[in-house]
């Protein structure tokens, strides 16, 4: 079965109605692969937690429509079960104009059915003009059957059905209103589940729910067909994006060479093609630094000879082609290369990560080592690169702060010219200081010289952003797409910005962001999916980064 879990608006019920299937189907010993349309980080926590598979974001302003259907498709192989989570109303995307990045939207690109969730909490009869108007605007959208939620009693229910009975929609759930299921919230949305002490409890909960409260005979005849089979036949594994997934060991075997400039070939092979509709065009593939670069041949980086790249030694308009004739090895024919150790803050902190992200880095010759800024003291050994997500440092700042020990570890590594992504929390972690909602200020890293101020206004939306300099993720004059989320601002703006930002229809924001030695640190979150050059460039620098004060 493939389906999308789709809101009339948001706030209907939609993660608890996707939760209540996953935990029922989960429960049953299923293999179930989730989604979550849109750049969210915290439902696609739940799903984790509920399947025990990495939940997958679809968002084609983030990545590109050709990402989404491959993404899915792939991800989809070997389960019994695929349900994605929509995004706001159904038809709320990007834009007012068009449904862009809307839950319609992923629906059409990948042919999946839309169960649509009604808050029936505030009407009776008039369900039957949201219905019928949500199952008449798009004729391409199939809408499977909707799902009645917090219903007050029988007779509210029966009114209700009878209601939608001309419509001919099938009602396949039918919930009532749940006091003993609340998920906690915070200012950025719901509290990540590590942080939720009685989670497993919730989850039986919506099993339950789950169990009891659809109608699984109708869902199982109406929807567990061969679509997902139809469409992966126009749409084979072994093109596009998935050509990324090569066996690294067997090249690295056959061809004896870096890892890095193995998987830059297959890489640029497999994503040379992908496409943006409807969107500005991004950084393209074949331009910038990534052609040209040979890491093989590169000096270590140290504190002493850092050196911007720039547009004399780039040369993106020539660049010279990688084969097989001209790789040079980096180890004897008997010895594996060695994988880039790449430090990743993860704790109650830091969460916010994009686990295609962090495949991408596995995948390009990276070994991920996990550490705790809050508990641990010191960066983990042999690192060459750091990576910070975002997050909610300013709920744990005091802790932080009192972690002064990793604090400094962190500080000395990116001054020596330790190769650093930092987004949003993790920008916040790296000032001098986060002044948290109580006006309370804790001391935090303190490499850039600037403190975060939280506050009620909501900085929220999708960013066209251009590198305005050099740095270890992009090169100068590269566009990418990412999303801002944050309720904070800081107090002195970098005199070099790393970004100029402009929205969704174009219209500036602004600029911000700091590229400093070797770090990268913006609000923009950003996802890797279909813009590989960026992870290879960091990787790349990576792999050059030595420092004597540390093991490496």
């Known amino acids: ?72 498709y792939r991800h989809c192989q070997g389960v019994d079960y695929a349900l994605i989570e929509g995004v706001m109303g159904l038809f709320d995307g990007a834009s007012g104009k068009d449904d862009f990045a809307s839950t319609a939207h992923v629906a059409r690109l990948l042919d999946v059915p839309v169960l649509l969730v009604l808050d029936c909490s505030r009407l009776s009869r008039s369900v039957a003009a949201i219905a019928y108007g949500y199952q008449s605007l798009d004729p391409r959208i199939t809408i499977a059957g909707v799902v009645l939620n917090r219903v007050g009693s029988s007779r509210h229910l029966e009114l209700l059905k009878d209601a939608l009975e001309p419509l001919h929609i099938p009602v396949l759930g039918e919930l009532q209103r749940q006091d003993n299921i609340t998920i906690p919230d915070r200012h950025l949305g719901l509290i990540p589940t590590a942080e939720i002490t009685q989670l497993d409890a919730l989850i039986n909960r919506l099993a339950d729910l789950g169990q009891s409260c659809f109608n699984w005979e109708h869902l199982d005849s109406e929807l567990k067909v061969s679509r997902l089979q139809v469409v992966r036949e126009a749409w084979p594994i072994g093109q596009g994006f998935s050509e990324l997934k090569v066996n690294r060991l067997e090249l690295n075997s056959e061809l004896n060479v870096g890892r890095l400039e193995v998987v830059r070939v297959r890489a640029a092979e497999a994503f ?82 994009y686990q295609d992200n962090l495949d991408s880095l596995e995948q390009l010759g990276a070994e991920l080592v996990y550490w705790s800024p809050l508990t641990d003291t010191t960066l983990p050994a042999d690192v060459k690169g750091m990576y910070f997500g975002g997050g909610f440092p300013e709920v744990f700042a005091e802790q932080l702060a009192e972690n002064t020990s990793a604090r400094e570890s962190v500080r000395i590594a990116i001054e020596s010219g330790m190769p650093t992504y930092a987004e949003c929390g993790g920008l916040m972690y790296l000032g001098e200081q986060i002044t948290d909602f109580d006006g309370k200020s804790w001391s935090m890293v303190g490499v850039l010289p600037t403190v975060t101020v939280m506050g009620k206004s909501l900085t929220l ?92």
């Not at 960013?463 to 305005?468: D, E, G, H, K, V």
């Not at 990268?520 to 590989?532: E, I, K, M, N, T």
């Not at 050059?544 to 490496?552: A, N, R, Y």
Request: proline share 8%; hydrophobic share 35%.
């Open 272 to 353: 040379g093609h992908a496409t943006r509709t409807a969107l500005p065009k991004a950084w393209p593939i074949g331009q910038g630094s990534l052609d040209n670069l040979q890491p093989n041949n590169l000096q270590p980086v140290t504190s002493n000879n850092l050196q911007p790249v720039t547009s004399t030694n780039l040369q993106p308009n020539n660049p010279q082609p990688v084969t097989s004739t001209n790789l040079q090895p980096v180890t004897s024919t008997n010895q594996q290369p060695a994988l880039i150790r790449i430090a990743i803050a993860c704790d109650r902190a830091f969460s916010f990560y």
């Open 1 to 72: 079965m493939a389906l999308i879990i789709a809101g009339e608006r948001s706030g209907v019920g939609k993660t608890t109605v996707t939760l209540a299937l996953l935990s029922y189907l989960s429960k049953c010993n299923y293999k179930i692969q989730s989604f979550k349309v849109g750049p969210d980080y915290i439902d696609p926590m739940f799903h984790q937690r509920v399947t025990g598979r990495p939940c997958r974001n679809l968002d084609p302003v983030l990545t590109c429509e050709d990402y989404v259907k491959e993404c899915f």
């Open 461 to 552: 939306g999708y960013r066209q952003a251009t590198a305005l300099v050099d740095g270890p993720l992009l090169p100068a004059g590269a566009t990418v797409w990412g999303h801002e989320f944050h309720r904070s601002h800081l107090t002195v703006m970098p005199s070099n910005p790393l970004f100029e930002l402009r929205g969704y229809h174009q219209r500036k924001v602004g600029v911000e962001g700091w590229q400093v030695y070797q770090l990268h640190a913006s609000y923009v979150h950003l996802h890797w999916g279909s813009c590989l050059r960026v992870p290879l460039r960091f990787l790349e620098r990576c792999q050059q980064f030595t420092f004597e004060g540390m093991t490496s």
